[in-house]
Each structure stands twice: as C-alpha cells, then as structure tokens.
C-alpha cells in the first residue's frame, strides 16, 4: 500500500471526491486503477457528503475548543465537498527518507549515500535512539498523520473523524519543521526547491529500487513543501494517506 499526501477540506477526503496521482495518471492514460481503503475494501464514494460534512464540523469543533485557551484563539475553517485540494504521493520511500534525514540532522550524524525502496526506517539506529524520547522533535520522527490548518505551532494527540486516534499536529508546525531541515540541509529557495519534483532519483540504472538518498529525500520535501503552499493559502488540512 502506497503513501499519499493531501491537501483539501476533510469532507471531501472522507467522501473519496478526489483522486490520487496514480488515478489521475490512469485516467490520463487509459489505465484501469482500483483504491484499496487500509481495511480492504473498494474505496466508497456514495458516501452522504452532507453528513460527512457535518459530522467533521462537529469534530473541529471539539477540536478548536481543547486547543484553545486564553492565549491561543483558533478560528475554524471551512469544510465542504468543492473546494479545491492538492495531492501527490512521496511514497513510502520518500517518506522514510525524510524520517531518516530528520534523525541524522537533529543528531548530528552522518546522511546516507543510498536509499533502498523497500527498506524500513524504523531499523536505523538514529532513527531508533530518537524515538525514544517522548518530546516533540519534527513532524516526521513523531509520526505526525493530520496537520490541521493553523499557524501556531503545536503537536498533540487526537481522534480522526473516524475514530481512530492518531498524532496530529499544525500546517504552521510542520512549515516550521521543514524550514529547519532545509536550513540545516541545502538552504534552498523556493524556486530550487519546487525544481526538486522533476530530480532523477534513481542511484543505479540497473537497479531502480535503489535511490539516491539526497535526491528522494528533496523529492519528498518538495512535496510536503507545495503542500504546506497550498493549505496555507485555502486554509486547509494536511494529512497522510495511505
């Protein structure tokens, strides 16, 4: 199962009005593509949207008011089943480059050359000795899944819409949390930075499951990077889905 990031109001996350890079890609090459939800089934999209819809606005509502307190006030955003969204899919791949790249740069230690696609992140050392620590550190080495669409930055434990209760934290925080690595990394502008998402990945043209570790991992950071862009301008969460 792949790794996809969105950008877009919930109700419209939850409703399945939107598709992935692969589906767009296969309807742009005439290729037959099923979404296959974590429980195994055929993703849903006669979903009730207004009842989606009112079901999260009751949930953000919950959610602002244990947020809030009488230094921080949080304004809700809007949730329907039009507003734009953005997507693109780092993979797993990408994805555990940027948990890798997090733990050396926090640790001070050594980047890797090479990134093998199947390999775990959670096997790495550095990985493994910063976990342990129950602080916040970045949104990727805390298992961050939602980044709901306010500036403060702050990371806490909560509910999906759904039930299932996961750590999520703020599109300001992970801003926040990329500024460093790209501070700390390659100290790019944005202009490099967007140019990241057309970089050859590949380390060995015999060997495409193997990755050039600083490309992937600028590959995936420019990807969470246009979507931190896009939920800054349309006020709109952030979340992982796979």
């Not at 008011?65 to 006030?73: A, C, K, P, V, Y």
């Not at 693109?88 to 997090?102: H, N, T």
């Not at 976990?131 to 550190?137: A, D, Q």
């Amino acid at each position: 199962m792949g790794l996809d990031l969105y950008a877009g109001t919930l109700t419209r996350y939850y409703t399945r009005n939107w598709k992935t890079a692969v589906q767009q890609w296969s309807e742009q090459n005439n290729v037959r593509c099923e979404i296959i939800t974590p429980d195994g089934e055929l993703g849903n999209e006669n979903i009730d949207a207004e009842e989606v819809q009112s079901s999260t606005e009751l949930w953000m509502e919950a959610l602002i008011s244990g947020l809030s307190n009488e230094d921080i006030f949080l304004k809700p955003w809007e949730e329907n089943n039009e507003k734009e969204y953005y997507t693109d899919k780092p993979d797993w791949a990408g994805y555990g480059a940027l948990v890798i790249l997090s733990a050396c740069l926090y640790s001070g230690k050594e980047v890797p050359k090479l990134y093998e696609k199947f390999s775990d992140w959670n096997d790495n050392l550095i990985v493994q000795d910063l976990v342990k620590e129950e602080s916040y550190i970045n949104s990727f080495l805390n298992g961050i899944e939602m980044w709901v669409p306010f500036e403060e930055c702050m990371s806490f434990s909560y509910i999906f819409p759904t039930g299932k209760e996961a750590n999520m934290s703020t599109v300001g925080q992970l801003e926040s949390d990329l500024q460093y690595i790209n501070k700390m990394r390659w100290n790019a502008d944005e202009e490099t930075i967007l140019s990241w998402f057309d970089i050859e990945m590949v380390s060995d043209e015999s060997n495409e499951d193997v990755f050039d570790f600083d490309a992937l991992s600028r590959f995936a950071y420019c990807i969470f990077y246009k979507a931190v862009l896009f939920a800054k301008e349309n006020k709109v969460p952030i979340r992982l889905d796979y």
